[in-house]
């Protein structure tokens, strides 16, 4: 039977209508979070940068631009290696045209550097990530809209200055591109590795692997063969140089999706992949590796726990073989974002609850604390 615990342990922030995106812990165990300010919970709107003490109190709540609007679950946020953070999104006042790429360098206190946008204003264009690059430059990934909202679209890679102004660009046509997930730098052969999400109602999914002039050298399709939910894919660079990807796969019904994993290694070849079936309709949200090489796993579902939907974590070994896994949440829906490990091993769950329905849905943000076991804190 799977271990379940209630939400008492969720500290709420009662005071912020906002959904989360992305999340650094800094050495200092605080923590940076991106995410929404605004009553909408289709689009991210009025987008926040808010930093938390390592107690969990608020030390700044900055809006970065009041009354525009971000494609959900797109803002991405970095630590770079000068000790600041970047920021990847869309910037909008109009709806899903006439949008921007939106990068910011900002404190580790939360206060922005610059700001600078890319694109051109008569088309839509939406930042999704952004990677560090050895030279302390960046790689930006983005997409193009050229047709109906979601499909017929360019995908969108440029290399940027640390002040923000572009090096170089690069526009790759591709046939109905959904979302771009994210883009990571690999190391080991001094490469730009790309994940996409493609398909005309659940995506599949499609690595792609640039030089550092942004030619494209490689690519392979992943999954292609089942249904895949959407937004669920990722990828992380491991301490080993090879890299993981994730995401929610599902087969002959809306509600049978499970987690899949697959480590692969730079030259995109499968070391091993392993399908967790044991909990129906699991959507995988984020996976982090813990020092001692664990991987720690955050998804939810709706078929398990105390409410709609509730978080779900696992805990795995480096070979992808279940340690435990367990399930936090309220009789309302509860989803966990991001999950990084603490340097004390605790585990560190940001998430977002539904406390209303339909037209009226809004959330609260909270953070939970677990031991290295998973047992609340």
Known sequence: DLETFSSES???FENLKTTVDDMELLPNQSVVISGNGGDDFTWDTDPIILVLTPEYEISNDNPLNPDVLNIYRSMDLIRTSDNHLMYCSMVSENGTSGTNIDLRKITEE??????KELGESNRGESGFSIAELPDQNFAVLGKIEDGAFLFDSTFYLAKISNQGDEIWSKEVPE??????????YLPEDNSILVLAEYGAV????????????GDLIASKIIESEVECWPQSSDIKLMEDGNILVYYSLGENSFLDFSLYIQKIDVNLDRIWGKRFSEINN????????????????????STVGNGEFDVILSRLDGQGSEKWTKAYGSPLSDQGRKVVEKDNQNILILGNSNFQTGAEQRYKMFILETNKDGVPQ
Do not use: H, P
């Not at 046939?175 to 990571?184: A, D, G, N, P, Y």
């Not at 659940?202 to 002039?213: A, C, Q, S």
């Open 282 to 301: 699991n959507i995988v949200s984020d996976i982090s590796e813990a020092e001692n090489g664990d991987l720690l796993v955050l998804s939810e579902s």
């Open 110 to 115: 939360g206060f922005e550097v610059w700001q």
């Open 175 to 184: 046939e109905q591109i959904t979302f771009m997930r994210k883009v990571l």
């Open 10 to 12: 969720f500290i709420f």
């Open 202 to 213: 659940m995506d599949n999914i499609k690595l792609y692997k640039f030089n550092m002039d």
